[in-house]
C-alpha cells in the first residue's frame, strides 16, 4: 500500500499566490523529502526534513512536519509559472533508515501567468 | 558526467521482444534505483542496488524483468516478452546511500513505448 499519499492531487493558482500540498504517510519515519518533477522526466530534489525537525525553509519553500499527524505540507509562496510541476513526497518503509524512498502519486500544480 | 545518465532516451519495440535499458550513476554513488512511471502516475519502485547486490527485488513486476548492476556502476534493467503493459518511463537514481537519509538524484529516464 501507500506509505505516502500527496493531496490535493491537482492544484490551479495564479501567479503570485501560495500554493500549499499536503502529503500524508502510514509508519513513522526517519525523514521525509520533497521532489519535484517537470514534465515526466527526472525528479529533482528540493528538501529534506528529519523527523525531529518540525519546519523547514529553502529560498520560496517552506516544508513543515507533524508526526503525530504522520503529515508534512510544502508551501510555495509567491508562485511563479516556472513553478508548474508535479509535486512528490518520499519517506521510507520502515524506522531502520536503510529502505528505499516510497513516493507518492504526487500533486500537479498548475501556476496561471 | 556530472549527473546519472540514462539510455537510450526513448525506446520503441514491438511486443514480445526483449529490451535492455542503461543506467549510469554518479561516480561513487554506492545506492542505485530503478523506478517506474507510467502516463500520469507516481513512481513504482522496482528494485534498488547497495553495491552490486540487490537487497530489495520486491518491486519488479514479474519475472520478466531484471536487473543487474557491474563493478558498483552501470546497471541494465532487462524487460523479456515485452508487452504493451509495459510501457512507461523507466527512471533510474543514485544516492551515496540507500535510506531516506540521502538525496536521490534522478536521470532523464528513459521513455519506452511496446506497440
Known amino acids: 500500500s501507500q506509505q505516502g499519499e500527496e493531496d490535493p492531487q491537482a492544484l490551479s493558482i495564479q501567479e503570485g499566490e501560495n500554493a500549499t500540498m499536503n502529503c500524508s504517510y502510514k509508519t513513522s519515519i526517519n525523514n521525509l523529502q520533497w521532489y519535484r518533477q517537470n514534465s515526466g522526466r527526472g525528479l529533482v530534489h528540493l528538501i529534506l526534513i528529519r523527523s525531529n525537525e518540525r519546519e523547514k525553509h529553502s529560498g520560496r519553500l517552506r516544508v513543515t512536519l507533524d508526526t503525530s499527524k504522520k503529515s508534512s505540507s510544502l508551501l510555495i509562496t509567491a508562485s511563479r509559472a516556472a513553478d508548474t510541476a508535479s509535486y512528490f513526497c518520499?519517506?521510507?518503509?520502515?524506522?531502520?533508515?536503510?529502505?528505499?524512498?516510497?513516493f507518492g502519486k504526487g500533486t500537479r500544480l498548475s501556476v496561471i501567468a | 558526467g556530472a549527473g546519472v545518465s540514462q539510455s537510450p532516451s526513448n525506446k520503441v519495440t514491438e511486443k514480445g521482444k526483449d529490451v535492455e535499458l542503461r543506467c549510469d550513476p554518479i561516480?561513487?554513488?554506492?545506492?542505485l534505483y530503478w523506478y517506474r512511471q507510467s502516463l500520469g502516475q507516481g513512481l513504482e519502485f522496482l528494485i534498488y542496488?547497495?553495491?552490486?547486490?540487490?537487497?530489495?527485488k520486491s518491486g519488479l513486476p514479474s519475472d520478466r524483468f531484471s536487473a543487474e548492476r557491474t563493478g558498483g556502476s552501470v546497471s541494465t534493467l532487462t524487460i523479456q516478452r515485452t508487452q504493451q503493459e509495459d510501457s512507461a518511463v523507466y527512471l533510474c537514481?543514485?544516492?551515496?546511500?540507500?535510506?531516506?537519509?540521502?538525496?536521490?538524484?534522478f536521470g532523464p529516464g528513459t521513455r519506452l513505448t511496446v506497440t
Open positions: 542496488f547497495q553495491g552490486n547486490s540487490a537487497p530489495d
Open positions: 537514481a543514485s544516492s551515496l546511500q540507500p535510506g531516506v537519509s540521502y538525496e536521490q538524484y
Open positions: 561516480s561513487g554513488h554506492t545506492a
Open positions: 518520499a519517506t521510507d518503509l520502515s524506522f531502520s533508515g536503510n529502505t528505499p524512498l516510497v
